[in-house]
């Protein structure tokens, strides 16, 4: 069984562009939700997709946008990126539901 | 506001030196409490799912429990390698994980 993977692993950028984060969800998940992680904090949840749909937001800007694919990947694109975008961005798959969130490895986003 | 709170913030231990974790939550419709492990720089890897009160789950040195307000994590005769950031996350009714801010958890050879 395939686990969550993520892509790129790295990946620098300077104030103002725009980055496009993927990811992979585990073998029979439907559901992918993506979360930011600032260095020494928890992860804060940005948007759940299900089936193709966004299934709820968290307090992050409209520039933060996703996607979900019929094979039920994902992207998470940013634009006019900010410093403070700095972070681990993790991405999470489940059945959906009451299921447990199983983590792929993070991509880690600078911005210069 | 749903909030979630870990304690303590980090915590050293020697080998063998069993200990607590502990996650208090002020939410409504709590769906499932969620224990996790993070390694630096990695995602987090699960553990624990606990859906009601008086429900406990073990794996190996660790052993989870639940009760209305709060949960625990309790780590018995740990190892260097149990070293990690410890979360906890509560799934609420909008199927959004909220998470603490994590124990950092450091066994001393």
């Known amino acids: 069984e395939t686990g969550v993977t993520q892509s790129p692993t790295h990946l620098i950028k300077t104030r103002g562009q725009q980055v496009t984060l993927r990811c992979s969800s585990q073998?029979?998940?439907?559901?992918v939700s993506w979360y930011q992680q600032a260095l020494g904090q928890g992860p804060q949840f940005i948007f759940q997709y299900y089936r193709e749909e966004e299934n709820g937001r968290g307090n992050f800007p409209p520039r933060f946008s996703g996607l979900q694919f019929p094979n039920y990947s994902s992207e998470l694109n940013v634009n006019a990126l900010e410093l403070d975008d700095s972070a681990l961005y993790l991405c999470a798959s489940s059945k959906g539901g009451t299921d447990t969130q199983y983590f792929g490895p993070g991509t880690r986003l600078t911005v210069l | 506001e749903d909030q979630v709170t870990q304690s303590p913030e980090a915590l050293r231990l020697q080998e063998g030196e069993s200990s607590s974790l502990n996650c208090s939550y002020t939410v409504s419709g709590l769906r499932g409490l969620f224990w996790y492990r993070q390694d630096p720089g990695k995602g987090p890897e699960f553990l624990f799912t606990l859906y009601s009160a008086g429900e406990e789950k073990e794996k190996e040195r660790l052993k989870a429990t639940l009760t209305k307000k709060e949960s625990f994590l309790h780590i018995t005769a740990p190892k260097p390698e149990d070293s990690a950031t410890y979360l906890c996350?509560?799934?609420?009714?909008?199927?959004?994980?909220?998470f603490g801010t994590g124990t950092r958890l450091t066994i001393i050879p």
């Open positions: 996350a509560v799934l609420l009714g909008n199927e959004k994980l909220t």
């Open positions: 073998s029979g998940h439907n559901t």
